[in-house]
């Protein structure tokens, strides 16, 4: 019996998927999409920008969770102590780590640059204003993830900024609501490890899910309308 060649193989394999879903289409359609030429200023660039460091910051984050310990019980913590670990221990979790965290202070700017170019481009007009209200959402989750992660090393300053952060947020009128929302977000009466729990699930499971979500929706909305031109 003779064997078969392996590329018969992985035209078998790719037969198959494209009987189930278009996957060669679609991938030629993304390959062979004709960019317009004003697409070439460097300024068109940062919503790419800002989809490599949001892929970088789960992948590192990822890294991170394998050895990350998320329980403020105890005196030094565990969360604390296995922030350390990485930190000293882990081969190249030093940079890892400062990967991610540098990360999350760039994709904050990157995101409001690109918001910026396009406002000052106009892309925000009919038929894209639900795509700019997509983006704006997404810049929320971005800020969530900075406050979620910020308490994550659960060190003296994680604590007492994730504590103001608390009572700003439980400050709106009426003394209801924000003694409602101060409630939730610290799981209990005071900062503790309550708080730790919600915050981790938040940040590790809570916005991945939506910002893929909406990253998805956000890329078929641009295919859907095409790139816009400047005003």
Known sequence: ???????DI?????RW???RYPFTKAIEESMYQRV???????????GGMVFVIIVLQLVTGI???IYYVPDARGNPAEAYSSVLFIQNSVYLGWLIRGVHFWGANILIFMVLLHMARVYWTGSYRAPRELNWMVGAIMLLIILGFALTGYLLPWDTK????TEVTIKIAGSPPPPQLG???????QGGPVVGPPTLQIFFTAHVFLFPALIILLMYVHFRF??????????
Do not use: T, W
């Open 10 to 14: 992985q035209l078998a394999a790719v």
């Open 17 to 19: 998927l494209d009987e």
């Open 36 to 46: 317009p030429n004003f697409a070439n200023a460097f300024y068109y660039c940062f």
């Open 179 to 185: 003694a409602f929302i101060k409630q939730i977000l």
């Open 63 to 65: 890294l991170l969770a």
């Open 1 to 7: 019996m003779a064997i078969p060649h392996p590329r």
């Open 158 to 161: 994680a604590y007492f900024a």
């Open 222 to 231: 641009i295919r859907a309308h095409g790139i816009s031109e400047p005003m």
